[in-house]
């Protein structure tokens, strides 16, 4: 059974930090594309980061040069660093995983996806 367990949630003040960590168990045939969504109080969830097993990286536009998502194959794990916090990054961070091989930014393209982990930006 596959699991996705997202960490590092919490509350912070606007400028500041917080790196999100997202565990995955068990197998995922032919693995291609890992990704944190978020998605705020009465919005659409939207694609925030995803890395290609490659190590391929695509961002959407508003977290560029603040967000970094990253991936340890050895660990199974992804994270994503996020600096220079704005009160509109306030979201439900959700982790997920997919064999598409052009899954981007696309949340139709992945199949597993985590609980999530909360993120409160403050003004």
């Known amino acids: 059974q596959v699991r996705l367990v997202e960490s590092g949630g919490g509350s912070v003040q606007a400028g500041g930090s917080l790196r999100l960590s997202c565990a995955v168990s068990?197998?995922?045939?032919?693995?291609?594309?890992m990704a944190w969504f978020r998605q705020a109080p009465g919005k659409e969830r939207e694609g925030v980061a995803a890395?290609?097993?490659?190590?391929?990286?695509t961002y959407t536009d508003s977290v560029k040069g603040r967000f970094t998502v990253s991936q340890d194959t050895a660990k199974n794990t992804l994270s994503l660093q996020m600096n220079i916090l704005k009160p509109e990054d306030t979201a439900m961070y959700y982790c997920?995983?997919?064999?598409?091989?052009?899954?981007?930014?696309?949340?139709?393209?992945?199949?597993?996806w985590g609980q999530g982990t909360q993120v409160t930006v403050s003004s």
């Open positions: 890395i290609e097993s490659d190590g391929i990286t």
């Open positions: 997920a995983a997919g064999s598409e091989p052009f899954a981007y930014l696309n949340q139709l393209a992945y199949t597993y």
């Open positions: 068990g197998y995922i045939n032919n693995r291609r594309w």
